[in-house]
């Protein structure tokens, strides 16, 4: 897709634990079918028939999914779904830098405005993603940009929204803190190198300045539990607090990997969003989507189950700590990014496009049709207090 991230390929997947805290879909001992001794739930039960929209709705909650600009063009029977499920889109590359401004002081806003007016027809509310990244920028733009260049942006992009009746947030920035210790100049904070925190105090700022009406969200992944990337990423949003900037979430990627091989760090999670909570920043489900690593169930029914397992059990966790909203990454399987060539997960399965069919990590398939991960969202959501 579009101006999406490359850090599956980056980060290679090879250091799940470390990077991504992934997984934590059953602490049984695998069976050799690939299955475990604990019972799957029944998510046969959840009532489908009604949209994930309106379930979390019932609750006081948002579901959505990250889309694209000329699939909703393209498919009706896409635009369709987006319409009946979601309450809340985030564009998939449409607002970053290199599509609204790529060229210095020229602004172009055609194909974001698709989307905002796909919203306003739908009754959809509209996530602003994203003013800051170190990728899906221009080839002429340094990272870190300049002040300057960071003022001519954010007045440009948030000036032409700021009177729309459907966007109603912001990621202002993306992906800050490094992957690891090793590509920081920052250990205290964490910060890809080049950047300075007061440079993103300064572009929190700089938004409040030119909007202070929508919601301001700092955006991350690998933060899903007790790591090195999340300590950082909780320290800046503890000195963005204390700077007395604007900022009213923290958006958890939750790009997933679960395995019967290795556990979730649930306890780490819960500090993560505990912490957040305490700094009266809320936390949100920004990007899910979810993989199951190996060793691989031996057919696709199972593996949708685990799918299914983990976003019920996961989502569980996020709904038992006061998270509200839940995008995810993309809505069908037809479109994933992750099937993208580019961006084929890890080694085991770029180097064998044999699996890529157990590669199935969004609620509904190629067809559109829900499927069991589907089920678990809405359950996870009917059970929500």
């Known amino acids: 897709m579009p101006y999406r991230r490359k850090f599956l390929k980056r980060a290679g997947y090879t250091t799940l634990s470390a990077l991504l805290t992934m997984g934590f879909l059953q602490k ?22 009604s ?16 889309v694209s600009t000329d699939i909703l063009l393209k498919e009706k029977d896409y635009a369709d779904l987006i319409a009946r499920e979601c309450s809340i889109v985030t564009p998939n590359g449409e607002l970053k830098w290199n599509a ?3 060229q210095p002081g020229k ?12 919203c306003q027809k739908h009754n959809i509310e509209l996530h602003g993603h994203t003013l800051f990244w170190h990728m899906g920028k221009p080839d002429w733009l340094p990272y870190p940009p300049t002040l300057k260049m960071l003022e001519r942006h954010v007045t440009g992009v948030m000036g032409h929204y700021r009177n729309s009746p ?3 947030s912001w990621d202002i920035a993306n992906e800050i803190i490094a992957d690891s210790e090793k590509e920081t100049d920052n250990p205290t904070y964490g910060l890809r190198k080049g950047v300075k925190r007061e440079l993103i105090r300064d572009l929190f700022l700089l938004a409040a300045s030119v909007d202070s009406s929508k919601k301001f969200y700092l955006n991350d992944f690998g933060i899903e539990g007790a790591t090195w990337k999340s300590e950082r990423f909780l320290k800046m949003v503890e ?16 790009h997933l990997w679960f395995s019967t091989a290795y556990g979730f760090d649930e306890k780490g999670f819960n500090s993560v969003l505990k912490r957040l909570n305490d700094l009266e920043v809320k936390p949100l489900i920004t990007e899910l989507d979810i993989i199951i690593d190996t ?9 949708d189950q685990m799918v299914a397992d983990s976003y019920k059990r996961y989502l569980d966790l996020c709904f038992a700590a006061g998270v509200d909203t839940v995008i995810t990454w993309g809505i069908t399987d037809r479109h994933t990014w992750i099937r993208h060539p580019d961006w084929i997960p890890g080694k085991t399965f770029r180097n064998n496009p044999s699996l890529w069919k157990f590669l199935r990590p969004l609620p509904f398939d190629e067809n559109l049709q829900p499927k069991l991960a589907c089920n678990a969202i809405a ?4 059970q929500a207090t």
Request: hydrophobic residues 40%; aromatic residues 8%.
């Open 100 to 102: 609204t401004e790529p």
């Open 28 to 49: 049984d001992k695998q069976k050799e079918d690939g299955s475990t001794n604990a019972a799957p739930a029944n998510y046969l039960s959840a009532n489908v028939n």
């Open 107 to 118: 602004f172009t806003f055609e194909s974001a405005d698709a989307i905002a007016g796909f």
């Open 166 to 168: 459907v966007l109603k």
């Open 379 to 382: 359950k996870a959501f009917q």
């Open 295 to 303: 060793p691989l169930p031996d057919s696709i029914k199972k593996l």
């Open 51 to 66: 949209p994930l929209r309106q379930l979390a709705a019932a609750k006081g909650k948002r579901y959505g999914a990250a």
């Open 239 to 254: 000195y963005l607090k204390n700077s007395g900037v604007k900022i009213d979430g923290a958006g958890i990627q939750s």
